[in-house]
């Protein structure tokens, strides 16, 4: 009978200590408790500063022009293609930055009341750059081939070099009370800068280029770009709108024929741009 009330004392005392163990945690508490707040993800840069890389980005489009049309007798599925041509040389996509550098997300799911949102907010480094590969039209081989992809490309564009950084992107799920899927926010010093931009003509008894050195994209009579942008996916696509305004766009070294200073037309200012909004869609 002793022994079955130690044992009765010892569960009690047990049973007690686990009540207390499961009072409520304050803020202070709950603020040393991993997770409590949600989510950091960090995408750190590897030692030369890339973020992320990819040999090619590929986009189908499986039907080609759809019915013969503009000079094409049987279409048939073709390719965009950024990055590396299918045997492999050439440069890839990429997003840089500096060493020690990370795209910061932070993940966290609310109730906002009765309309429940998962947030997702994403931020990116103060000096960011893009580089798109050469951009390729091509053959489709289909995104299940077990080879190359694509086919007997033919380059359209040169690497493009895309200066950025200190963009935010929040993108809220479920419900959306910023007004949009995607808000883009933030701004880039001295504007976004694209380099090197040049379109080659590959059709019969042509072969020139069109060459720009660089385009700078500002806030109209400012010195920075604000980059608010809302996305939406709508039932006509997805809806692209810029919230920040009007743009001033200059362009540099504007070359045609040949990329060299015997073919330069000059400088290009195109200022107060209203920036269209823009719908992408299938068809």
Not at 48 to 69: K, L, P, Y
Not at 136 to 165: D, H, P
Not at 243 to 262: E, F, I, Y
Request: hydrophobic share 40%.
């Amino acid at each position: 009978m002793k022994t079955l009330t130690k044992l009765a004392l010892v569960s009690a005392m047990a049973i007690s200590s686990s009540a207390f163990a499961l009072e409520s945690l304050d803020d202070s508490t709950l603020s040393q408790t991993t997770g409590q707040d949600g989510i950091t993800i960090k995408l750190d840069a590897q030692a030369d500063g890339t973020i992320f890389g990819a040999d090619n980005i590929v986009v189908h489009d499986n039907d080609g022009v759809g019915t013969a049309s503009y000079g094409i007798a049987t279409p048939s599925a073709g390719a965009i293609v950024l990055g590396k041509k299918s045997d492999g040389t050439g440069t890839g996509f990429s997003i840089k930055g500096a060493t020690g550098d990370a795209v910061v997300i932070k993940v966290d799911a609310d109730a906002n009341g009765t309309s429940p949102v998962l947030n997702v907010n994403i931020g990116l480094p103060t000096a960011l750059t893009v580089n798109t590969g050469d951009i390729y039209v091509a053959k489709s081989n289909g995104v299940g081939a077990t080879g190359a992809q694509f086919a007997n490309e033919a380059k359209i564009l040169n690497n493009i070099t895309v200066s950025l950084g200190g963009a935010q992107m929040n993108v809220q799920l479920g419900n959306a009370p910023q007004g949009a899927m995607i808000a883009l926010g933030g701004s880039v010093a001295g504007g976004v800068n694209i380099a090197n931009l040049e379109l080659q003509d590959n059709s019969t008894g042509a072969g020139g280029v069109i060459h720009l050195g660089n385009i700078n994209i500002r806030d109209k009579g400012a010195a920075n770009l604000s980059l608010g942008t809302n996305i939406k996916a709508t039932t006509d696509g997805l809806s692209i709108v810029r919230t920040a305004g009007d743009v001033d766009v200059r362009l540099t070294a504007v070359q045609l024929g040949t990329a060299n200073a015997a073919h330069q037309v000059g400088d290009i200012a195109i200022l107060g741009m209203k920036v269209p909004n823009m719908t992408i869609s299938g068809h």
